[in-house]
């Protein structure tokens, strides 16, 4: 199987090695020369241009920062679907907008390319574990055609219809996530100031009805005052201003999530916005008067 691998953060970057460590044949593009160097050593092989993807690979998966970077990339004259050959197919797994998404299916459809939305849930080192859940959509039988490269992926492919729902579900997930970050921030907090170890509190929401695989695996950060970044406080700040965006465009009442987005974007004024999204706990205990559990500099 050759598989194309087209922008190498942390998530392509992640992606790119687990397909190698199948047995794939990856052809690899980043608009930046370190992480291609990096895959290249790793035995990825390098693509000059986006239109040389295409020339090992058939099937090429993308993960983009944002909707800017998925139409810088995907769209007009120079740009990946540009030089795609008919019957080709890609794979979209970036978190972006139902908007953008539509856009690039346009431009699929025209040049005759399968186009699977497969955003993800999971950072990192959930990919690489191989416990990545993908949330999929677009015509059945381009998913069923892109299913065996789905699965190398990771083990949970749940298809949630045609069109952009898998853009949709993608922000819904991400809007929970983020509420369900704020809410553990202040009963941390709250916990502290009533002299409640943090253990004590991680542990009884684990056995609590509140339970959640999420729960699970932030508890030992938490534990640890470890804030380094499986997703930023400014990603989760992009995903719920999308989410805002989607819910405004059928009129959906998104109340809380905007409340949620107001607090995110607190805390990244305070400086907190490139650090894991749990870092809310040091913005809520600035607005305690409690000592913060990293510096703040906003």
């Not at 044949?25 to 608009?31: L, Y």
């Not at 607190?266 to 008067?289: H, I, K």
Request: net charge negative; glycine share 10%; hydrophobic share 50%.
């Amino acid at each position: 199987m050759n598989v194309g691998v087209v922008g190498l953060g942390k998530m392509g970057s992640a992606l790119a090695r687990r397909l190698l460590a199948r047995g794939v044949t990856v052809v690899a593009w980043n608009r930046s020369a370190g992480a291609l160097e990096r895959l290249a050593a790793e035995g990825a092989l390098p693509a000059p241009d986006l239109s040389a993807v295409w020339t090992t690979a058939t099937t090429v998966c993308t993960f983009l920062a944002d909707d800017t970077a998925v139409a810088n990339v995907l769209l007009g004259p120079g740009g990946l679907l540009a030089a795609a050959a008919r019957g080709a197919t890609l794979v979209e797994l970036s978190t972006v907008s139902p908007g953008v998404s539509a856009a690039v299916a346009d431009s699929a459809r025209a040049r005759g390319v399968r186009y699977v939305r497969a955003p993800v849930s999971g950072n990192p080192e959930v990919l690489a574990a191989g416990n990545l859940s993908l949330i999929v959509s677009g015509e059945e039988t381009d998913v069923e055609a892109a299913r065996p490269l789905l699965e190398l992926i990771g083990p949970t492919v749940i298809y949630v219809g045609p069109g952009e729902a898998a853009r949709v579900v993608k922000l819904a997930v991400n809007a929970l996530l983020a509420g369900t970050a704020a809410l553990l921030a202040e009963v941390v907090v709250l916990a502290e100031a009533w002299d409640i170890d943090r253990s004590v509190l991680l542990t009884v929401l684990q056995r609590s009805a509140i339970a959640s695989p999420f729960l699970g695996y932030k508890a030992p950060a938490l534990l640890a005052h470890d804030y380094r970044a499986t997703f930023t406080l400014a990603m989760a700040l992009k995903d719920l201003g999308l989410a805002h965006d989607a819910a405004e465009a059928v009129s959906a009442p998104m109340a809380v999530t905007d409340l949620v987005a107001r607090e995110i974007r607190r805390g990244c004024d305070e400086g907190l916005g490139d650090l894991d999204f749990m870092a809310l706990v040091a913005y809520v205990q600035q607005l305690a008067g409690r000592t913060p559990d990293v510096p703040m500099h906003g």
